[in-house]
């Protein structure tokens, strides 16, 4: 058995590296930006706003990927902007901050209810106006810092309260000021770092590869595992399946890289895993929206040139019967865990019977029962495990972890 478990997983990972990038269609006439907002909702994607080779886009383009094709829709009604910022939660979209034509800089904040199509505007953050801050929209609040200001890079750290409508400041990041980071929410922390400042780091550099954790219930920050990769600024970031994801940018030198890096993070084991490169150099300031399991990449810039091509990546990868590598159908939340894990199987499978297995690591197993949505697993010690899902001919194996 441990020698069957060592395999499964050795040919899911050769398949993970083994996977490719697929073109999708361009956006119409023509349309390109670079710092452009992407997110999806109920099966579509959607670009919204971006700079444009003269001027800042209040454009939202729509996705299908029934038909591969964009739609315009109607405008983002607050003032065109550059350098903004946005997020996706609980069926809505978050917009906000950057800088207008004349060089102002903003701090409001607008909320898109794509059900509705209708965009209205919360409360302006009392913080500085700002370019390109973080932004990430978790469990009902909306945290922003860091980005370029009227008076430089900043670090400063604020939380906006969905339901309350208001903005309170947290505590500063503790490293250098930057703009343009990345950042992503997992679980109950959101991460950001990498970016761009002026202070040199321990490598030498003011393009940064540290990164970042905050944990919102006591107010602190913690220093994580580097990138294990050159610095990186100006790129696009999601997290999906509770792992997080920092894709493209420009590198140390502030250019772009040679191929587009793909990365994926591990909160679980705070460890970074390098994935297959888009097509081409690296993109600066491209756009990213997911849709089922797959992250779509849009425009974006190569050494400042823009970039008709969008492609798509599958995300999903699972180990079937004997080793045959498919694409993973079910979902498994939290994979980090205390007692509790919810097991989703897609609906054609719902029918068949299916079981579930959990193997320490010594191949032992060590739990085992017939499907349910949900597992109580608070006799396991704390550790990491595998959970293997056996649905018909097909099994599919997921690690978790016991805290």
Known sequence: ???????????????????????????????????????????????????????????????????????????????????????????????????????????????????????????????????????????????????GSQSGNRKDWWVYNISSNTWQQKTDLPSFTRHHPYQFGIGNYVYTGLGHGTSLDVYGKAIYRSWFRYNPLNDTWTAMADLPAQGRVAGTQFSYNNKGYVLSGEGDDHKSMSTGEFWSYDPSTNTWTQLPSHPGSSRWAPATFIINGEVYLINGQEFRQYVPQNYKYNLNVAVGEDGVVSQQKSLVYPTVFNSLINVQLPAEEMATESTIAVYNMNSQKVHSQAYSPQLDLSQLASGMYFMEITTGTQKEVVKIIKE
């Not at 904040?109 to 973080?134: K, V």
């Open 1 to 147: 058995m441990k020698t069957r478990l060592v395999i499964l997983f050795c040919l899911a990972l050769m398949q993970l590296h083994g996977q490719t990038w697929t073109s999708v269609a361009s956006l119409p006439s023509g349309y390109m930006v670079h710092h452009g907002f992407g997110f999806a909702s109920n099966g579509e994607g959607y670009l919204v706003g971006g700079i444009l080779s003269n001027s800042y886009s209040r454009s939202v383009y729509k996705y299908n990927p029934t038909g591969n094709s964009w739609t315009q829709i109607a405008n983002f009604p607050g003032v065109s902007r550059g350098y903004a910022i946005g997020d996706f939660h609980n069926g809505k979209a978050y917009y906000g901050f950057g800088t207008d034509s004349t060089g102002g800089y903003l701090s409001d904040l607008w909320e898109y209810n794509p059900s509705t199509s209708t965009w209205t505007q919360l409360a302006t953050c009392p913080c500085a106006g700002r370019t390109h801050p973080a932004m990430v929209a978790q469990n009902g609040q909306i945290y922003v810092g860091l980005g």
